[in-house]
Nanobody
């Protein structure tokens, strides 16, 4: 079994910062890309940031430097730093990872359970 467990969400004031963490555990041979997705109330889940095993990073448009994604490969953990939080950042943030469980298994897509971020004005 493979699990992704997010942490770091909560209730914050506008302008503050949060650091989300997501740790992958279980039967893991390798992890390719890891990323963060956001799902606001009534909206579809959308990509926020992605980082490959080699460190290539993609952010969604229009973030103006508020986001920083990073990963610790030794800990199978990905982080998302969000600065200058706005009320429109309120959403459930989901961790995603492409994981291979053994050298002969295909890469599969895994999701965490989500962590709620609520930003008050």
């Amino acid at each position: 079994q493979v699990q992704l467990v997010e942490s770091g969400g909560g209730l914050v004031q506008a302008g503050e910062s949060l650091r989300l963490s997501c740790a992958a555990s279980g039967s893991i041979f390798s992890i390719d890309a890891m990323g963060w997705y956001q799902q606001a109330p009534g909206k579809q889940r959308e990509l926020v940031a992605l980082i490959t095993s080699g460190g290539s990073i993609t952010y969604r448009d229009s973030e103006n430097g508020r986001l920083t994604i990073s990963r610790d490969n030794a800990k199978n953990t990905v982080y998302l730093q969000i600065n200058s939080l706005k009320p429109e950042d309120t959403a459930v943030y989901y961790c995603n990872a492409l994981i291979r469980r053994s050298p002969v298994d295909p890469t599969r897509n895994y999701w965490g359970q989500g962590t709620q971020v609520t930003v008050s004005s």
